[in-house]
């Protein structure tokens, strides 16, 4: 069974910096997608951020100029750079493929707080 290990999150200042990975455990085949939503509490999992296979990302307008998407696809493998980061970014954030099924990680806290 295939998972999807998140790491990196954790607690920064506001305007401060993290990079989450998310690692797939296993081979996965036909991914087509891969992305980032957050969940913050009282609220529904929104998604942040994706990068196709060929490359294209799209950013939820929040995040737009402060975060950047990457991926290695032969490892199954991505990441997200948060810059500038706000208090409303608080939220647990999971890692997302899309492929031969949906896979999806635990899920890493990331706290923006002074």
């Known amino acids: 069974q295939v998972q999807l290990v998140e790491s990196g999150g954790g607690l920064v200042q506001p305007g401060g910096s993290l990079r989450l990975s998310c690692a797939a455990s296993g081979r996965i085949f036909s991914v087509y997608r891969m992305g980032w939503y957050r969940q913050a509490p009282g609220k529904q999992r929104e998604l942040v951020s994706s990068i196709t296979i060929g490359g294209s990302t799209m950013y939820a307008d929040s995040v737009k100029g402060r975060f950047t998407i990457s991926s290695d696809n032969a490892k199954n493998t991505v990441y997200l750079q948060m810059n500038s980061l706000k208090p409303d970014d608080t939220a647990v954030y999971y890692c997302?493929?899309?492929?031969?099924?949906?896979?999806w990680g635990q899920g890493t806290q990331v706290t923006v707080s002074s």
């Open positions: 997302n493929i899309d492929g031969s099924r949906v896979y």
